[in-house]
């Protein structure tokens, strides 16, 4: 990415090919852990709202759950795992890194036990105030009565997850990835065990006292989160000693750094109950909040799997490599986590807009969420549709916003953060009186997301050495050039191609596409080839005669070679053109199936054989094309499977 560092010349000096691969492969060994983990509990995360949509459908009930649920969640994301480990891990990393493990052990000790106490004091207090509330409300007001029932049961599991969220830090920056990851997998299973139960065994009850039955399994998940992550904790030597004393250097620097994080993500996460409000209050049908969340929970699976993994994996060590002044590792490891990023977003995202539908019916389309001949089907797929458009936006921002905090810089993700609020919340008010309805929440969130992004591209942008303006105007010219090449050919090929009965429509759906993206591809390809011809000179003349590499490098240049802003261009290069590619089989075979029906075999095969077509379409026209992500990737996982042999 040109704004993660200085974009310097085909002949700067670069650090050693073999430092930068061994890099980037630590790097993505930790977030394919990370990933894998990831996988398995938003799976199980899926499984678990399968059962609570069959269980509860899109009703009052679970609108009740979801919103008492937005507590906990909020402060785990103002002092967990959000705001206050984005404070801590840079500092914590620091003094590993400056060898003072004692000092590092004693300031997360400190922290871990002055938020236990604060969180507390504090869910004990809400607790009273939410019974207190429910008590003095007439009968009439059942759903707000539920509502601040469920959210007196789940409030002490504030003080488990946060408590295990700054564990995690510490677990993560001595570079142990598994434990954290795998410990969401038990929450799940115990509101799996919960919902189950309520399905077969207690059925006989009323739906709002088996709703609080999952609220208890709530509970039960943050006890073991919390316990599983002890042991590996202790083995690399952590040793937790209780302590009050705000004095600790460490924790003075970490408040102080934790007050303009902790607004950015109060922000946010403020408005995360905005929308829900906003829906539960402005939406007349029933169910409003629960089609958001489910839509919202389809894509956080992948924006959890590759950009949070990714981010997760990068702050401890891009925090190390700072606190070393290790600038050319620090903006090697922030260029490669945005464009593998990106490699795996924007795939993600087309999918995901062309299967909407389909993936809803897959996961939520059982018991109760079916009613009304599959109303909350349809209306969540249009909310899935609308947030995936922002899936890239949301994955660059962990991204973007981690590599700000790892250079201590706390103020500017703030500042994005709270604008984009700003935004969204207008943009809510807007999107929602329209036929968009809760769908109108998820479009004002991917705008604000894309202006969150591109603030905070913007700082990164300024801070570089040396800024390419002319490349980047270079390189949109011929994107936008080719996209109107394309756009004129296909419109051309599809009039006279449509006109004629003789050809089948899959063949005129294919020769516009043909038509569309090949000025788009040749363009490209003389770009880079144009761009690169000094560079790839100067490689011939230098290169020893005898001198044949396994595989000719990338447009005659390898790739320590290539200038920061060129190697992220060809990334989007050929990302968009893999992805347009995906897109097209997807399509294809999307519309080859039968039509949807109630039977889970016709269910299963729209939602999950198109993915498969469209993930080994990806697969080999990024290959085809040349991405280096492709081959990072690959190289990765094969020095991981080589070290297992």
């Known amino acids: 990415m040109p704004e993660a560092a200085a974009a310097p010349e085909a002949s700067a000096p670069q650090p050693p090919a073999e430092t930068a691969a061994a890099r980037n492969g630590a790097l993505f060994r930790s977030a394919g852990i990370v990933s894998f ?3 398995v509990s938003r799976v199980l995360g899926l499984l678990r709202d399968r059962y609570l949509a ?7 009930i679970s609108d009740a759950f979801n ?52 969180l507390f004091l504090g869910s004990g207090l809400l607790v009273a105030v939410s019974l207190g509330v429910r008590s003095g409300l007439p009968a009439e007001r059942e759903s707000l009565r539920l509502t601040l029932e469920l959210a007196a049961i789940m409030l002490f599991y504030c003080v488990l997850v946060n408590v295990g969220a700054v564990l995690m830090g510490v677990l993560n920056s ?27 065994q207690g059925r006989e009850a009323p739906l709002d006292e088996r709703v609080k039955l ?16 002890i042991p590996p904790a202790l083995a690399r030597g952590f040793k937790f000693t209780p302590s009050l004393d705000q004095s600790d250097t460490g924790y003075r620097e970490t408040m102080q750094k934790f007050g303009p994080v902790v607004l950015g993500v ?11 409000v906003i829906a539960r209050f402005m939406i007349p049908e ?7 969340a489910y839509g919202n929970r389809l894509i956080q699976l992948p924006w959890a799997i590759f950009s949070l993994a990714l981010a997760t994996a990068a702050l401890p060590m891009l925090s190390h490599w700072w606190a070393k002044e290790d600038k050319p590792a620090f903006a090697g490891a922030v260029n490669a986590a945005v464009r593998n990023t990106l490699f795996l977003a924007i795939p993600s995202a087309v999918g995901l807009m062309l299967l909407s539908d389909e993936l809803v019916r897959l996961f939520y389309g059982t018991g109760a969420f079916l009613a009304n001949n599959g109303e909350a089907v349809s209306r969540t797929g249009r909310v899935v549709f609308c947030f995936a458009l922002g899936l890239p936006f949301y994955s660059l921002n962990a991204v973007l916003a981690r590599a700000l905090y790892a250079t201590k810089d706390m103020r500017s993700p703030t500042v994005a953060a709270a604008w984009s609020v700003a935004l969204n919340v207008v943009l809510n008010l807007i999107l929602v009186q329209t036929e968009l309805k809760e769908a109108g929440l998820a479009l004002a969130s991917t705008l604000s997301g894309g202006f969150q992004t591109l603030w905070m591209t913007r700082v990164l942008y300024r801070r570089t050495e040396a800024h390419a303006a002319g490349r980047l105007a270079g390189f949109a010219g011929t994107m936008s050039f080719g996209l109107a090449v394309g756009g004129m050919a296909a419109a051309y090929v599809y009039h006279r191609m449509s006109a ?5 429509g899959f063949m005129v759906f294919f020769a516009c596409a043909g038509a569309g993206l090949l000025p788009l591809a040749f363009l490209g390809f003389q770009y880079f080839k144009a761009r690169l011809k000094e560079a790839r000179e100067a490689y011939e003349r230098e290169r020893p005669k005898d001198d044949e590499a396994d595989e000719p490098p990338r447009f005659g240049v390898p790739d320590e070679r290539w200038p920061t802003d060129l190697a992220f261009f060809h990334a989007l290069y050929t990302i968009l053109l893999a992805s347009a590619l995906m897109g097209l089989a997807v399509w294809a075979v999307r519309d080859s199936l039968p039509p949807a029906g109630h039977a889970f075999a016709l269910v299963f095969q729209r939602g999950i054989i198109p993915v498969i077509a469209g993930m080994a379409v990806y697969v080999f026209a990024a290959q085809g094309v040349q991405s280096r992500e492709y081959d990072e990737l690959k190289a990765a996982f094969a020095r991981k499977a080589k070290r297992k042999t």
Not at 189 to 200: E, P, R, S, T, V
Not at 214 to 229: E, I, N, Y
Not at 266 to 276: E, H, K, M, S, Y
Not at 500 to 504: G, I, S, V
């Open 67 to 118: 919103l008492a649920f937005i507590l906990p969640n909020l402060t785990r994301r103002l002092f967990g795992e959000g705001a206050l480990s984005s404070a801590f891990v840079p500092i914590f990393s620091e003094q590993l890194a400056k060898e003072q493990r004692p000092e590092a052990f004693r300031t997360a000790s400190v922290l871990m036990t002055r938020l236990a106490l604060f």
């Open 54 to 60: 069959a269980l509860f459908g899109a009703s009052w």
């Open 286 to 292: 029933d169910g409003p909040v629960t089609m958001l």
């Open 37 to 39: 983990m990831t996988v």
């Open 174 to 200: 001595l570079r142990h990835f598994a434990a954290p990851a795998a410990a969401p997998v038990l929450l799940n299973l115990c509101m799996i065990a919960a919902c189950w139960y309520g399905l077969h």
């Open 266 to 276: 109060a922000l946010f996460q403020i408005n995360i109950l905005i929308d829900q």
């Open 500 to 504: 004629n009965p003789d050809y089948e």
């Open 214 to 229: 999952v609220a208890w399994s709530v509970m039960a998940g943050g006890v073991l989160q919390l316990l599983v992550m």
